[in-house]
């Protein structure tokens, strides 16, 4: 079974700054999907990036960009130019590529991260 | 634009009360699960339906049934619920064969079970 694993509970950046967050998972499958949530106090969850396995180039959305290092099982999201609006829960998620297992996530335990001014 | 659409918000139960936590998508997923999620250790894989008509144990499915009543809906029943069960619950959807399009959440569900 997979397992991912959050090793920062919370995290603090200074507006404007640049943050990155950890994330560690453990598999035996050389395919597969890793996301990052947000999910802010309304409590949606909403996706902020993805990353093929099979892709060696590291996904980017705007302010938004990963670190993926497949040897070492490492997903790390970098928030640069944080503003207020960033602050939220964030999730790290794992999908086997596998077709047949009907896209399940493997959450981590999340990372709490503050904004201040 | 409604996306995943669960109901109720929000519900207050006594111990041993019953509920169904109902869930509907309008994107034509295939796919759709049932979350939930506890301080500290994020979310957690209930039941899923990989497909209209069949349905699938999650991690922790004891004191969980599940129907998957139509291609839309997936529906979570607690039968006699218990303090434990109290949580916030997660409806998803995806399209399910297509792997590497994400999961689509709902609001969530606040459950509370005194």
């Known amino acids: 079974a997979q397992t991912v694993t959050q090793s920062q509970p919370e995290m603090s950046v200074q507006e404007a700054e640049t943050v990155t967050l950890s994330c560690t998972y453990d598999t035996s499958e050389s395919d597969y999907y890793l996301f990052w949530y947000k999910q802010p106090p309304s409590r949606q969850m909403i996706l902020v990036i993805r990353?093929?396995?099979?892709?060696?180039q590291n996904a980017t959305e705007n302010r938004f960009s990963v670190n993926f290092q497949k040897a070492a099982k490492s997903f790390s999201l970098k928030i640069s130019d944080s503003q207020l609006g960033d602050a939220a829960m964030y999730f790290c998620a794992y999908r086997s590529a596998d077709t047949g297992t009907a896209s399940k996530l493997t959450f981590g335990t999340g990372t709490r991260l503050q904004v201040t001014l | 634009n409604a996306g995943v659409t669960q109901t109720p918000k929000f519900q207050v139960l006594k111990t041993g009360q019953s509920m169904t936590l109902q869930c509907a998508q309008d994107m034509n997923h295939n796919s759709m699960y049932w979350y939930r999620q506890d301080p500290g250790m994020g979310l957690r894989l209930i039941y899923y339906s990989a497909s209209e008509g069949t349905t699938d144990k999650g991690e922790v499915p004891n004191g969980y049934n599940v129907s998957r009543l139509n291609k839309r809906e997936f529906s979570l029943r607690l039968e006699s619920a218990a303090p434990s069960q109290t949580s916030v619950y997660f409806c998803a959807s995806s399209h399910g064969q297509l792997s590497n399009q994400p999961q689509h959440f709902g609001d969530g569900t606040r459950l509370s079970i005194l």
């Open positions: 990353q093929e396995a099979y892709k060696q």
